[in-house]
């Protein structure tokens, strides 16, 4: 069975940091992997899709990037600002059909202004 | 373009009573899913759909059913909550191809 672990669970930082968010699976065979962004008390904001050909993929201040031979993605924030702040979440596709996707349990990051 | 709407926001229910959630989304998508969140487990998947009229089970199905009659909505049932039924609920849909899953905001249900 897939599992994703993010590390760390929780970070807080002076704004203006660059930063790295760490997410690990144990099945190389995957899809895809997106990471999303939650808010308190709202739904996930899709930031960054990379599908298993890839090695990265870049929004803005945002770089995602895909080891599938080390089961190992990373979520680069440039230059971090409070409105940041929020949760992040890993998650995956593998397995071949139509199943949902396999969350990680995020890291709750904090950008102190 | 509503993307994915949920409704109720938020419900309380009493243990033993029924409820259905109701999940609809314009963006014309074959692919519905449900999943619960809950503190210290992250998401995980509920039930989900590939089309009109069809479902299957995810990874923590039971105490809920699911329906497909229209492609746009897709509904969740509780036949008798129970408290360990306390979580929000997220549906979401997505194109065949594996492209990204798009989110609703959620229901917080609290059972007593």
């Known amino acids: 069975k897939q599992e994703v672990t993010q590390i760390p669970a929780a970070l807080s930082v002076p704004e203006g940091e660059n930063l790295v968010l760490n997410c690990s699976f144990t099945?190389?065979?995957?899809?895809?992997l997106q990471w999303f962004r939650q808010d308190p008390g709202k739904g996930l904001t899709s930031l960054l899709l990379i599908q298993s050909s890839q090695r990265e993929q870049t929004s803005g201040r945002l770089n995602a990037s895909l080891d599938k031979s080390s089961g190992r993605s990373t979520l680069y924030i440039a230059a971090s600002q409070p409105g940041d702040s929020a949760t992040y979440l890993c998650?995956?596709?593998?397995?071949?059909?139509?199943?949902?996707?396999?969350f990680g349990k995020g890291t709750h990051l904090i950008i102190q202004p | 373009n509503a993307g994915v709407t949920q409704t109720p926001k938020f419900r309380v229910l009493k243990t033993g009573q029924s409820m259905t959630l109701l999940c609809a989304q314009d963006?014309?998508?074959?692919?519905m899913y449900w999943y619960r969140q809950d503190p210290g487990m992250g998401l995980r998947l509920i039930h989900y759909s590939v089309g009109e009229g069809t479902t299957a089970k995810g990874e923590v199905p039971d105490g809920y059913n699911v329906s497909r009659l229209k492609k746009q909505n897709f509904l969740l049932g509780l036949e008798s909550a129970a408290p360990s039924q306390t979580s929000v609920y997220f549906c979401?849909?997505?194109?065949?191809?594996?492209?990204?899953?798009?989110f609703g905001p959620g229901t917080r249900l609290l059972v007593l």
């Open positions: 963006m014309n998508h074959e692919y």
């Open positions: 979401a849909s997505r194109a065949p191809s594996f492209e990204t899953q798009y």
């Open positions: 099945d190389s065979a995957i899809y895809n």
């Open positions: 998650a995956l596709y593998s397995g071949g059909g139509a199943d949902g996707l396999t």
